[in-house]
């Protein structure tokens, strides 16, 4: 099964700065989601950009996809602490949805 | 509420000892799904199911069976654990493998 690749693995920034993470993947895919994970919790889904799309919004959330680079990007504006979590890509192709390591993103107040 | 429920949430339990982990969610969701999340692992699938009597391996099904007699059920049973079935495990659904999943709160299991 295709497993999404986070980088980087871990990011710490102040609050009110942008974060950027990225995603690579090897095979083509239908679709790639993006979820969020606060500390020992269950997985919450942010956004799903399908793989004829470019990019998509969702509030201070930003994906962008590249299907020739088959990489993703997820941007988080104005971070707050609250943003604080671990972040999953999960590419989908032909394979159930699996997903990386993720991104640890720290926000400091 | 839409919701993805599990238990027990937490188990401490003796090695070869059979247990069952309940997954259920009342959103009539086709796929369901168990993953198992360990320090510097990732989340790793061990069976999914498309739809009822459906099931298929993940990437580490070894030592773990499931079932799927209704939809919304999907339990996860482990028939002699072991130390190495120490993890966090998650239950997850959704309406199909191209539509968001929903994660349950997950259930802490040692083996000892």
């Known amino acids: 099964s295709q497993q999404g690749e986070e980088d980087p693995q871990a990011l710490s920034i102040q609050e009110g700065e942008n974060a950027t993470m990225n995603c690579s993947y090897k095979t083509s895919i239908n679709n790639l989601q993006w979820y969020r994970q606060n500390s020992g919790r269950g997985l919450v889904h942010l956004i799903l950009i399908r793989s004829n799309e470019r990019e998509k919004h969702s509030g201070r959330l930003r994906v962008t996809l590249d299907t020739s680079k088959k990489s993703s990007s997820l941007l988080i504006t104005a971070s707050r602490a609250a943003d604080t979590a671990s972040y999953f890509c999960?590419?989908?192709?032909?394979?159930?949805?699996?997903f990386g390591k993720g991104t640890r993103l720290s926000v400091i107040a | 509420e839409a919701q993805v429920t599990q238990n027990p949430r937490y188990l401490i339990t003796v090695t070869g000892k059979k247990l069952t982990v309940t997954c259920s969610q009342n959103m009539n969701h086709e796929y369901m799904s168990w993953y198992r999340q360990d320090p510097g692992l990732g989340l790793r699938q061990i069976y999914y199911s498309m739809n009822v009597e459906v099931t298929d391996k993940g990437d580490v099904p070894e030592g773990y069976k499931v079932s799927r007699k209704e939809k919304r059920n999907f339990p996860l049973i482990l028939e002699s654990p072991s130390p190495n079935q120490t993890s966090l495990y998650f239950c997850?659904?959704?309406?199909?493998?191209?539509?968001?999943?929903?994660f349950g709160p997950g259930t802490r299991l040692t083996v000892t």
């Open positions: 997850a659904s959704s309406y199909g493998t191209d539509y968001e999943q929903y």
């Open positions: 999960a590419p989908r192709g032909n394979t159930p949805l699996v």
